[in-house]
């Protein structure tokens, strides 16, 4: 059974760095080919991508985003964590991680994200 | 960035129905294309990916199809636990971009 969860606090302060972790299992991340991504959904809005770590260690930042994130993760804890600097109230969002994996159909290769977190309700507030 | 426009925002349904989702992105993504479905406190849920192809443990009933700029999602004979909000989300190129949602009420 896979499983993935969110885990870090529910409240930041403006200016403040946010550090998220997501705890998984039934899966590995040194498999070929797997990746773990973040997204976040802020109140209202649509579903937004933030940065995808590979089994390689390669990682994909959202542009608009690359300076305030990071992300890396821990193979023997099962666990990738997603840091955040310098958040604002506009970061006001729920964060979910999600596992990746790449479908070959009909000559194309797509990522797909096929099991994902409950998400955790990020506010920032001062 | 590539955008992704669903319509309608939200529809009023009922058990039985056949509920029809569209989605078009702002340039050809062939069929680099997926669906989810999102529930509130619940992890949100592929249902659809490759434009057509369904998800192990989904049920027949949703099917999805289209290719290049526009895609749709079709729940035949909606049931209780469909009334949902569903998303598309387009993997041609990074960064990876969803739509706004469909909701599905009753």
């Known amino acids: 059974q896979i499983t993935l969860k969110e885990s870090g606090p529910v409240l930041v302060k403006p200016t403040q760095t946010l550090t998220l972790t997501c705890s998984f299992s039934?899966?590995?991340?040194?498999?070929?080919?797997?990746?773990v991504a973040w997204f976040r959904q802020p109140p209202g809005k649509a579903l937004e991508w933030l940065t995808l770590i590979y089994w390689d260690d390669d990682k994909r930042y959202r542009p608009s985003l690359k300076s305030r994130l990071t992300v890396t993760k821990d193979i023997s804890k099962s666990q990738v964590v997603l840091t955040m600097t310098n958040m604002d109230p506009v970061d006001t969002a729920t964060y979910y991680c999600?596992?990746?994996?790449?479908?070959?159909?009909?000559?194309?290769?797509?990522?797909?994200?096929?099991?994902w977190g409950q998400g955790t309700l990020v506010s920032v507030s001062s | 960035d590539v955008q992704m426009t669903q319509s309608p925002s939200s529809l009023s349904a009922s058990v039985g129905d056949r509920v029809i989702i569209t989605c078009r992105a702002s340039q050809d993504i062939v069929t680099y294309l997926n669906w989810y479905q999102l529930k509130p406190g619940k992890a949100p849920k592929l249902i659809i990916f490759a434009a057509s192809n369904l998800q192990s443990g989904v049920p027949s009933r949703f099917s999805g199809g289209g290719s290049g700029t526009d895609f749709t999602l079709i729940i035949n004979n909606l049931q209780p636990d469909d009334f949902a909000t569903y998303c598309c989300q387009q993997s041609y190129n990074s960064p990876w971009t969803f739509g706004q949602g469909a909701r599905v009420e009753v």
């Open positions: 999600a596992r990746r994996l790449s479908h070959v159909i009909g000559g194309i290769t797509i990522s797909v994200f096929d099991y």
């Open positions: 039934g899966f590995s991340l040194n498999t070929d080919g797997m990746g």
